[in-house]
């Protein structure tokens, strides 16, 4: 009988998944770079026709550049964070850009979220909280993405907590 009951309890598993947002899609990259990119050399080969030869340059360099910076931009937009939550553990695991990964564990039952503003100008910050341990989590959500996680991860803590008796 208790096998069965630790099977139930094993499959009782919530899993959420944060992403920071990017409003530019792959496609939409493309398509902004192209346009960039015949827009700067439309006009780069004006002004080399006109004989201003080192502005075709500089347009080509503009373009190279928002390039390079669209690129960092998703290259950073690759970390994600899972919260894991079973009867038994709640697992956040930080995954990085480079493919590193961290991992930290916590007591369900001893697990408090926190969300509190940190900031002059109202930002906010989100940690879980348990056993003297602190880790700040959900940097690139918004405020409001924190605050409704927040209530979304205590709400399934508590659920989980009652699923223990």
């Known amino acids: 009988m208790t096998d069965s009951l630790t099977e139930m309890q094993s499959t009782n598993v919530t899993r959420f998944v944060l992403h920071p947002y990017r409003s ?3 496609r939409g ?16 080969m004006v002004f080399l026709f006109i004989g201003a030869w080192p502005v075709f340059g500089f347009f080509g360099l ?7 910076a669209f690129k960092r931009n998703y290259r950073s937009g690759r970390l994600y964070e899972m919260v894991t939550l079973s009867p038994e553990l709640l697992k956040l695991t930080r995954i990085h850009p480079s493919g590193r990964c961290e991992e930290f564990d916590f007591n369900p ?9 940190d ?8 940690r879980l909280i348990a056993q003297g341990k602190e880790v700040l989590f959900g940097q690139f959500l918004t405020d409001d993405e924190r605050r ?8 399934a803590l508590v659920t989980t907590r009652g699923s223990l008796f």
């Open 62 to 68: 503009d373009v190279a550049l928002i390039y390079y």
């Open 119 to 126: 900031h002059p100008d109202g930002r906010t910050s989100m």
């Open 148 to 155: 409704n996680f927040a209530d979304a991860l205590t709400g």
């Open 24 to 26: 530019l899609t792959p």
């Open 29 to 44: 990259f493309t398509i902004l770079m192209t346009v960039l990119g015949l827009v700067s050399f439309t006009i780069g």
């Open 109 to 117: 039952y001893w697990a408090r979220v926190r969300v509190s503003i």
